[in-house]
């Protein structure tokens, strides 16, 4: 199992910048794919953006350009840097992290708010 802990939410005006962190820690020599989901009130959760072992990213629409993820491996943590925020970007992100031991596993971390003020 994959304990996630994130960090780095707030309040920013519209066009300012966060940058969120998630520290993973157990079996994260297993750990593949580490990425943030976000959701919004009455709305379905959707991905952000993610980053393989391999460094490769994936990015939702709305965020190419303005978001982007990275990871650090020797501290086993993951930064989403967050600029040009809109007040769209508003919502709970939650971490995740996925690791193989036979069959696919996904943990999550206990999600941070985001709020952007316009």
């Known amino acids: 199992q994959v304990q996630l802990v994130e960090s780095g939410g707030g309040l920013v005006q519209a066009g300012g910048s966060l940058r969120l962190s998630c520290a993973a820690s157990?079996?994260?020599?297993?750990?593949?794919?580490m990425g943030w989901y976000r959701q919004a009130p009455g709305k379905q959760r959707e991905l952000v953006a993610e980053i393989t072992s391999g460094s490769s990213t994936n990015y939702a629409d709305s965020v190419k350009g303005r978001f982007t993820i990275s990871r650090d491996n020797a501290k086993n943590t993951a930064y989403l840097q967050m600029n040009s925020l809109k007040s769209e970007d508003t919502a709970v992100y939650y971490c995740?992290?996925?690791?193989?031991?036979?069959?696919?596993?996904?943990?999550w971390g206990q999600g941070t708010q985001v709020t952007v003020s316009s």
């Open positions: 995740y992290a996925s690791w193989s031991l036979g069959m696919v596993h996904t943990d």
């Open positions: 157990g079996t994260i020599f297993r750990i593949t794919t």
